[in-house]
T-cell receptor, first 110, second 112 residues
């Protein structure tokens, strides 16, 4: 079983829509989780960290379900600028590394 | 601060050639990482260095070597390039632990 699994999408939504992505992880010992955003042909950049049940930052909400071993990212009131690939990354039990998912592609259209 | 810098930005190699990808960070970070990213495969860890003087293998270390030259610099060497190593290579660093990783702009490598 892969360490991290994400629906690759693509998700195509209109401006103003609410969209949610899920990410499942296999290591039940993972304690912290991260969402990174990657624009086309650019490097990944940290979007949000999740250490407990969830985190909210403006239009973005990340939620953690430890029992089912998944984290979700909810984007409200989507903007054109939200178009990107979103990478899920749980911290592994081995010190010093994250495990990145393959990413979910989002396109927001006008 | 420049953050994380990588050189070169692009490189074309022939099979069997060698090269070194350079990475430097000016944030006084302790940990540094090398990833490769292929279409549909996501980011895969090649090697990482938790602190100056230490290096550890990641998921896909075969065909690569690394050197943590000092706290700032972490280089990745391909001794004999193969077409399977065609990829985009990202270097990243963190102050401590793996959480908030700052990535460099990447090196696009094509091996013919």
């Amino acid at each position: 079983r892969k360490e991290v699994e994400q629906d690759p999408g693509p998700f195509n939504v209109p401006e103003g829509a609410t969209v949610a992505f899920n990410c499942t992880y296999s290591n039940s010992a993972s304690q912290s989780f991260f969402w990174y955003r990657q624009d086309c042909r650019k490097e990944p950049k940290l979007l949000m960290s999740v250490y407990s049940s969830g985190n909210e930052d403006g239009r973005f909400t990340a939620q953690l379900n430890r029992a089912s071993q998944y984290i979700s990212l909810l984007i409200r009131d989507s903007k054109l600028s939200d178009s990107a690939t979103y990478l899920c990354a749980p911290k592994g039990s081995t010190l010093g590394r994250l495990y990145f998912g393959r990413g979910t592609q989002l396109t927001v259209w006008p | 601060n420049a953050g994380v810098t990588q050189t070169p930005k692009f490189q074309v190699l022939k099979t069997g050639q060698s090269m070194t990808l350079q990475c430097a960070q000016d944030m006084n970070h302790n940990s540094m990482y090398w990833y490769r990213q292929d279409p549909g495969m996501g980011l895969r860890l090649i090697y990482y260095s938790a602190s100056e003087g230490t290096t550890d293998k990641g998921e896909v270390p075969n065909g690569y070597n690394v050197s943590r030259l000092n706290k700032r610099e972490f280089s990745l060497r391909l001794e004999s390039a193969a077409p399977s190593q065609t990829s985009v290579y990202f270097c990243a660093s963190t102050l401590r632990g793996p959480e908030t990783q700052y990535f460099g702009p990447g090196t696009r490598l094509l091996v013919l």
